[in-house]
């Protein structure tokens, strides 16, 4: 019984009425999303209600920390959109399966710390590149339908009562903080717009005016596709980009949560939690999803902690579609609009503009391609495979430079080269050139006390060099080489001879 209370974090100090107060705000800000990344991938608005209902449930239970919350999202929509079309919504239930056994196989395997290699630069580049995505999202509200059927912009006093009432809420959220913090400032303005419109009777757009969102319990159903090695080569192209898609978009925003937070959760019980819950919303009729950024944060802001908050969303969004359609559906596009600029606002790193003359060249350019790619695209986890690339690359042309040489003779006419830097890859070129083969006396020493050879590449430099050497008929010694560079040597005897004279076990000539 005390492992049940833990899991729902009863055991700890929780304001239930902050917890289930910030629930019902996620609800009703999650209604819309889902409805509309549904329609994206092409599917009916149900799935992505149903996958918002099972991914907030599970991941709020099992997931890596408290207060972030999952759902139906555009980043996993944009993946599946094409096999909807193509295919059909049953590949789709069989690829959410698929995507979720290879995100419960990477917390197994523990690949959630993989998040650490993704530098600081690059989660900044993210973050504004999604809240620029979260803003632009909602100028489509500010769009109708003409009499030849496109979309275009409001004019008149439609327009106007419609921004009137977005800055309405955003003041409402903005200056609710300042009075007092007993009630969550979005839900607060929410409700009151909604107040607002139903005593005025004002005609604005609605919940219902972009999909009806009533329905059931969602039904158990496994996919009907074909169980054959053509079908498994069909879906796991888009199950591999969607499973890689969620746990990119989940374990940073986990990050995200833990700065705010001052906490830390768990990435490889994050992959587990999101596994599952794909795996589950594939079953009950959902298009799977991930963490939301944009959800997550309005529950942290609205002072949510505890799991409470995550599961009383889901469990209210069900009853919402339930039993609650026709009201929830007169709810005003406008709060909402509202709450999620504020949320685009708030997810925005605006101190990043502040370091652009502080931070170096390259960091601000991989946050500037982050963000570019991420707004352009719509792909989050390319935009952070791109930014980590390109550090990666920055990092290793920066210490391919630092690699230095100091040369002296001592008074037995041996010539001594102190290296400094790593030797690798990047390195290997500046390495070579330190070296006067020619020149050199009979008998020279190499000391890497103060670097480390670090690859394949670096080792097949050393080979050459002694080559070079040898044919010149002079003896090379290495010298204190640190442990793991004798493994490195050691175990290249199999595949290339490392020419270093003296000691045949560990190719070193002194050590320390």
């Given at each position: ?9 009863f ?73 909807a ?13 698929l ?27 993210f ?12 100028l ?22 419609l ?39 004002i ?10 969102i ?11 596709v ?13 199950a ?8 990119i ?25 999101q ?92 946050m ?9 695209l ?43 830097g ?19 006396p ?23 060099l ?7 008929g002079?003896?090379l ?13 050691r ?14 076990t ?7």
């Open positions: 019984m005390k492992k049940i209370f833990n899991l729902f974090d055991s700890q100090k929780v304001d239930y009425k902050i917890e289930i107060l910030a629930g019902l705000t996620v609800a009703l800000a999650l209604i819309p999303e889902a409805v509309a990344f549904a329609m994206i991938a092409g599917l009916s608005p149900l799935t992505g209600l149903y996958a918002a209902f099972v991914m907030g449930l599970v991941t709020s239970i099992l997931g890596g920390r408290p207060g972030m919350i999952s759902g139906a999202t555009g980043a996993v929509a944009v993946v599946i959109a094409a096999l079309v193509s295919h059909g919504v049953e590949y789709v239930f069989a690829t959410v399966v995507a979720g056994i290879l995100q419960i196989l990477a917390g197994v395997l523990k690949l959630g710390k993989l998040i650490r290699m993704v530098p600081h630069s690059v989660i900044f580049g973050v504004n590149g999604l809240a620029i995505i979260i803003f632009t999202s909602q489509d509200q500010f769009k109708t339908v003409n009499e030849a059927g496109e979309l275009v912009w409001m004019t008149g006093e439609s327009l106007y009562i921004l009137a009432l977005v800055l309405l809420t955003m003041v409402i959220i903005w200056g609710l903080p300042k009075l007092t913090k007993v009630f969550p400032s979005s839900l607060a303005a929410i409700l009151a717009i909604f107040g607002i419109v139903a005593l005025l009777g005609d604005t757009k609605t919940v219902g005016d972009i999909a009806s009533k329905g059931g319990f969602p039904p158990f159903h496994i996919p009907m074909p169980f054959t090695w053509e079908a498994i080569v069909l879906i796991f192209p888009y591999a980009i969607m499973a890689g898609v969620g746990l978009e989940s374990l940073l925003t986990l990050n995200i949560v833990d700065e705010i937070t001052e906490t830390r959760g768990s990435g490889n019980k994050e992959c587990v939690a596994g599952t819950a794909n795996i589950l919303s594939g079953f009950f009729s959902g298009m799977g999803g991930c963490a939301m950024i944009g959800q997550s944060l309005i529950n942290v802001s609205s002072g949510a902690r505890a799991r409470l908050s995550g599961i009383i969303a889901a469990v209210m969004l069900l009853v919402f579609v339930m039993f609650a359609a026709d009201v929830i559906e007169l709810l005003p596009m406008a709060a909402l609009t509202g709450v999620m600029i504020m949320v685009s606002i708030g997810t925005f790193e605006w101190a990043s503009l502040r370091t652009f003359r502080r931070m170096p060249k390259s960091d601000v350019l991989v500037v391609l982050v963000t570019f790619v991420t707004v352009v719509h792909n989050l986890a390319l935009a952070v495979l791109v930014g980590v690339i390109i550090s990666a690359l920055v990092f290793a042309w920066d210490n391919a430079k630092r690699i230095r040489a100091r040369k002296y003779m001592d008074d037995k006419g041996v010539k001594h080269y102190e290296i400094y790593p030797l690798f890859f990047g390195s290997v070129a500046a390495f070579n050139e330190k070296f006067d083969v020619l020149g050199d009979e008998e020279v020493i190499i000391d890497f006390s103060e670097s480390r050879v670090v690859d394949m590449s670096g080792i097949e430099a050393l080979n050459k002694t080559e070079r050497y040898l044919k010149q002079k003896k010694h290495l010298r204190y080489l640190s442990r793991d560079c004798r493994q490195l040597l175990n290249a005897d199999e595949i290339i001879e490392v020419n270093i004279l003296e000691d045949p560990y190719k070193v000539a002194v050590e320390r």
